[in-house]
């Protein structure tokens, strides 16, 4: 189809989504985990869709990290640069924010993710590294989660403040929402109060504050405090001297600090979690405001594997567009999905083994876990016992595990994570195949969440807001074994979709905890379920295989997730 020129209806453009982090693309590493990710499969979707859509990110020249591991697990990071100008163009105009008093210059490049009808939407990344501008501020939108709170909040004001000016510089001036995507960008909204009480002086604080409420979408995504930003009054004032003055200083601050949750749930006329069972979570941790959810869902095409690409155009075509035909999976015959299946997993089984020389085969029940190695998510729970893990493979069945994921670089305890899983790789050396792959990102994630049998999922609940990679994993016919949190509370039908991980009940996020209980309901459903069923009834694993794609395919991904935003938020009123 023609590709339309997008210089024509830029003054269409109505919805500006704004966030720290986007996977754009997987060879641009402007994303450290599942917030960017999904941001870029909004995008994806939003072009697919034709959704009139820009957004609004921040350059990320020096990217988030590089892994290396050494034979311990220990991890050290490198940057990751690379060449913004080989991806996206630079636009003309400048702007520039206010930071400590003074006048930091920023331009834009302009990255175009095009849909499957030729539909383009631009994403603005935003950069300080102008020559006007001095070392150390060029260096402010280098490094994604990099340095210090002064670092960050320099890093927001670029990005809530610097969007705003940028957007209206580049002549989208029609803008019906601002979509923030978590709190990083949570300035905006000072920023376009100040806006409003330019053009129209005679407006009332009240007035404006109801016209910028109406103006906010607000996206919450984690319960978990720390996940969080606060800055404190001094940093604020220091930061933000000739630009917000003492009155407005204490209105943006709550308690003498500025938690950018706050700022955005105070401004935003539509709010919301990122499942069901978020949604109750944030509404306790933030008692007062209208919190709704959107459950999220994950690029059904992008993250669909060759072999499963070919069977859905074979059957269902039309689902590339219409994600609601994978519901028709239910027709396609099991041995073709048992087919697309062995395919996708002899990718992966030979990427490993290339990698490795560990000697994974096809034929054993291959459990996944990637995800950021962060401690809520407990990573190391298969391997808490690894007497009981070798009798299980003992008694029911062999297991060959694949693992990736980065720890933060100021993250101690995600780093010990990791070592202590190459621990306990070396202890079940000789018993269970456990591979660690280095560098975890979005073409890795492509190959692990549908070449493995298995997705496991062991977040300390209600600590995950949603998670996403077992989305991708049941598009691909993977059935998860998870803790029931996040999207899993909705996705899980047990025995059907896949299989619950019991667990206590808990509605406050707090990480201190005994796991062995846990783990022992793990061990359990693998021991006496998932592997007799892998290795002694194929009908039933095929079926679930089938049901994993029709039931929560059909759903958990992000082309049902943006009609969601369009129905609930972006045209709500
Ligand atoms: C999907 C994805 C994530 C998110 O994983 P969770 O399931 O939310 O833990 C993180 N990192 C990468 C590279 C991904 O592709």
Request: hydrophobic share 40%.
């Amino acid at each position: 189809m023609e590709r339309r020129d997008s210089s024509l209806i830029e003054e269409y453009f109505h919805i500006a989504l704004f966030s720290m982090e986007i996977g754009m693309h997987p060879k641009i590493p402007t994303y450290s985990g599942g917030l960017g990710v999904l941001a870029g499969d909004i995008l994806r979707s939003c072009a697919d869709l034709n959704v009139p859509l820009v957004a609004v990110t921040l350059a990320s020249n020096k990217g988030y990290l590089s892994q290396y591991l050494n034979e311990e697990g220990n991890q050290t990071e490198g940057s990751m640069c690379w060449r913004i100008q080989d991806f996206a163009t630079l636009m003309t105009p400048k702007v520039s924010v206010p930071i400590a008093g003074r006048a930091v210059k920023v331009q834009a490049w302009k990255y175009l993710i095009t849909g499957l009808e030729g539909h383009q939407v631009p994403v603005y990344l935003l950069d300080t590294d102008l020559f006007e501008n001095s070392d150390s501020d060029r260096e402010i939108t280098s490094y994604l989660y990099g340095g210090d709170l002064s670092y960050r909040l320099s890093q927001e004001i670029v990005l809530g403040i610097g969007g705003v000016r940028m957007l209206a510089a580049l002549g989208h001036t029609d803008i019906r929402k601002y979509h923030l995507n978590e709190g990083h960008s949570a300035l905006a909204v000072v920023e376009l109060a100040k806006e409003i009480k330019k053009n129209s002086p005679n407006l009332s604080a009240g007035q404006i504050e109801e016209l910028v409420r109406h103006k906010c979408v607000f996206t919450t995504h984690t319960p978990i405090p720390a996940g969080h930003d606060i800055f404190s009054v001094d940093l604020v004032k220091s930061l933000l001297k000739g630009y917000c003055d003492e009155a407005e200083i204490d209105t943006i601050c709550y308690k003498d600090e500025l938690n950018m949750t706050l700022l955005a749930l105070e401004h935003s006329g539509h709010i919301n979690g990122v499942a069901k069972r978020h949604e109750e979570i944030s509404r306790n941790m933030f008692p007062g405001y209208p919190i709704d959810s959107i459950t999220n869902g994950v690029h059904h095409v992008f993250w669909t594997s060759k072999p499963f690409r070919r069977l859905y155009d074979k059957h269902t075509s039309g689902w590339r567009k219409d994600s609601f035909n994978l519901r028709y999976v239910m027709s396609i015959p099991l041995e073709e999905i048992v087919q697309a299946h062995r395919e996708a997993k002899r990718m992966l089984i030979d990427l490993v083994n290339t990698k490795h020389h560990i000697g994974m085969d096809y034929d054993t029940c291959t459990v996944g876990f990637a995800r950021r190695m962060a401690r809520y998510k407990r990573p190391h729970l298969l391997f808490s016992n690894p007497d009981r893990l070798v009798s299980i493979t003992k008694n029911s069945g062999p297991i060959q595990v694949i693992i990736a994921g980065k720890a933060h670089p100021k993250d101690t305890l995600g780093k010990e994570l990791i070592k202590s899983i190459f621990a306990a790789m070396k202890r079940l050396e000789t018993d269970i195949k456990i591979v660690f792959l280095e560098n975890y990102d979005m073409e890795l994630a492509q190959f692990i969440t549908s070449g493995v049998d298995v997705w496991l999922n062991t977040p300390k609940i209600p600590c995950e807001a949603s998670g996403t990679s077992g989305m991708k994993a049941c598009l691909n016919g993977v059935p998860s074994l998870s803790v029931l949190d996040g999207w899993w509370v909705e996705g899980c039908v047990e025995g059907v979709t896949g299989w619950a991980i019991e667990t206590k009940v808990a509605n406050v996020c707090e990480l201190e905890m005994d796991d062995s209980e846990e783990a022992e309901s793990l061990y359990r459903k693998l021991e006496q379920v998932v592997l007799p069923m892998f290795y002694t009834d194929r009908e039933k694993w095929a079926q679930i295989m089938r049901y994993a794609i029709a039931f929560n395919g059909s759903f958990f991904n992000s082309h049902r997730m943006v009609l969601q935003y369009l129905l609930n938020a972006y045209f709500a009123e």
